[in-house]
């Protein structure tokens, strides 16, 4: 029976150790390729398994998409907001957030270019942009607007801390972390 039982664990283990290995994969071809053109005849031969393999794992594409995002952004998680609640001045909270979040898009630049162009509204993505609402949300509240000036306020933050601006910023027109912040951040104070 012991005999048995080591056997059972063992299947377990490498079962887990196949679906890590799919995993890896996928999120390894969605950063380089792009969730669009990965297939999972890709990702099996990526993880050195059969497709059917990958299947019995992952039986459609929606589960192993949550498994990539589930991972990727355990390993990559995005900045804080509550750490940005202790800096009084709004203009200052927003420039600190404004690099964080910045920071956090170089890193994650790969990725985020190809998930955003290919699955943009996909469901395993909108915790990334509910991220970003919150901080956004969270931003606009340090300077107490209120109605139509709340909601322009919130609007601008939100386009100052998105991944398009700071893409347009840095990589189109080449400026510096520092400066993207800079300009984000007035263009975002200019909605209150």
Not at 22 to 35: C, D, F, Q, Y
Not at 87 to 100: M, S
Not at 128 to 142: D, F, K, M, T, V
């Amino acid at each position: 029976m012991a005999n048995r039982r080591y056997e059972l664990k063992r299947r377990a283990e490498q079962q887990h150790e196949t679906r890590c290995r799919i995993v890896e994969a996928a999120i390894e071809l969605h950063e380089t390729i792009g969730p669009a053109a990965t297939t999972f005849s890709d990702i099996a031969e990526r993880a050195g398994v059969g497709r059917v393999t990958v299947y019995r794992h992952f039986p459609d594409e929606l589960t192993l998409a949550g498994a990539c995002s589930g991972l990727y952004f355990e390993r990559n998680p995005p900045p804080e907001p509550s750490e940005w609640k202790e800096i009084a001045d709004p203009a200052e909270r927003l420039k600190t957030a404004l690099g964080d979040v910045y920071a956090y898009h170089r890193a994650t630049e790969p990725m985020m270019t190809h998930v955003l162009a290919d699955a943009r509204d996909h469901p395993v993505v909108q915790p990334y942009h509910e991220q970003l609402r919150s901080a956004a949300e969270a931003l606009a509240g340090a300077w107490r607007a209120r109605g139509h000036r709340r909601a322009l306020l919130e609007a601008g933050i939100a386009l100052a801390l998105s991944f398009d601006t700071w893409r347009t910023l840095v990589r189109e027109r080449g400026l510096s972390q520092e400066q993207a912040v800079k300009v984000a951040a007035r263009l975002a104070c200019e909605a209150c």
